[in-house]
């Protein structure tokens, strides 16, 4: 939470689901890493950081990514879901084509050459 002038503000579960993320996204983002749980401190932390942003969550399609997912959008009803195919399963595993095309279908400008990798 380095740059409040960012206006969109990505949440994802580990740091290298971040890392991942942070190689394919063209414009400035903040990525929020919760390291797969996240405390009531943080939780209040992250509240008010997050007032007046487009909020994003991109979390694995496993069990504890859904149990995340679940807590975030009772605390952020207003942020944009992400969902990558179940069959890749981690964020940080998925192609990074497939990353691309999920966070442009989201409005999140990315480096071209990954939606053109196959």
């Known amino acids: 939470m380095n740059d409040s002038y ?5 949440i994802v ?6 890392n991942k ?12 890493c ?12 992250l509240i008010e950081f997050l007032e007046n942003k487009d909020v994003y969550i991109l979390v ?5 990514g859904e149990k995340l997912r679940k807590q975030l959008k009772r605390e952020f009803p207003q942020a944009e879901h992400l969902y990558i195919d179940r069959m890749y399963r981690e964020v ?10 999920v ?3 989201a409005n999140i ?5 990954f939606l053109e990798m196959g």
Request: hydrophobic content about 40%.
């Open 6 to 10: 960012v206006d969109k503000v990505l």
């Open 13 to 18: 579960e580990g740091k290298s689901d971040k």
């Open 21 to 32: 993320v942070k190689r394919i996204v063209k414009e400035p983002v903040e990525i929020i």
């Open 34 to 45: 919760t390291n797969g749980t996240i405390s009531i401190t943080k939780l209040d932390e």
């Open 60 to 64: 694995d399609a496993d069990f504890s």
């Open 92 to 101: 940080a595993t998925a192609p990074v084509q497939h990353l691309a095309t």
């Open 103 to 105: 966070l442009i279908g």
């Open 109 to 113: 400008d990315v480096h071209t050459e």
